[in-house]
């Protein structure tokens, strides 16, 4: 498929946390596609790499870093090693999430509610960090595509955690947006649905649910989303094509934040 057909990201660089399977994955190998070069960052190695030979099969440009972004090191030695290969960083997509929780409120686990906090809000809110002083360094901009969640406008139960966190991605983005602005550094968020991934998967057996019914109860569309169409969302808003928006959230949900 042509480049042309995609919004342009044309040598850019760009970083997508969690890239190693799901969305992750999908939104590294479009933006390769579209001609960005990109740094593959993930915890698991194996599946990583995965990613960076598939976008070199198809002709693209790819780094794999190990990165666990509950760590500020790891979060650090990604923008340097980032840097140290490209250049420099245009784009960010800070996609990296763990599983969340299933308990109800009185019975939440404190130990896993610490663990999905340093991944999915510290995590986020540290590579924002690195993220911004390199673009500061560089002077010029950047763009920041946080990923969040419709758990992040409608909770759901048993997931206290999941919940609080994906809100909070919300709430870092706007603040992100209102305090750089000024320095062409736009910061927005996705909110995915029901999105086909291992991670839905796993909830569907987990809690015995049908998939056909739980599918209209979260799409007004009827069916579970790709992975593809949420790294559509965040290519289009990591892209010149977008450039006059910052602070906002695409809502990749089939309208069910609507009703």
Known sequence: MSKKTFPVVENKVAIVTGAAMGMGRATAILFAKAGAKVVVADINEEKGQETVAEIKESGGEAHFVQTNIADTNDIQALVQATVSTYGRLDIAVNNAAITPDNK??????????????????K????????????????????????????????????????????????GMTKVAALEYGDKQI???????????????????EEHGLNEAEYALQLSLLGRFGKDREVAEATLWLASDQASYITGTTIHADAGYTSR
């Open 186 to 204: 736009r910061v927005n968020s996705v909110a995915p649905g029901a999105i086909d991934t291992p991670m839905l998967r796993g909830a569907l």
């Open 123 to 170: 995590g986020v809110a540290l590579c924002m960090k690195y993220q911004i002083q390199q673009f500061l360094k560089q002077g010029d901009g950047g763009s920041i595509i946080n990923i969040s969640s419709v758990s992040g406008f409608r909770p759901q139960p048993n997931n206290i955690a999941y919940v609080a966190a994906k809100h909070g991605v919300v």
């Open 104 to 121: 109800p409120v009185a019975e939440f686990d404190e130990a896993y509610w610490d663990k999905l906090m340093s991944i999915d809000l």
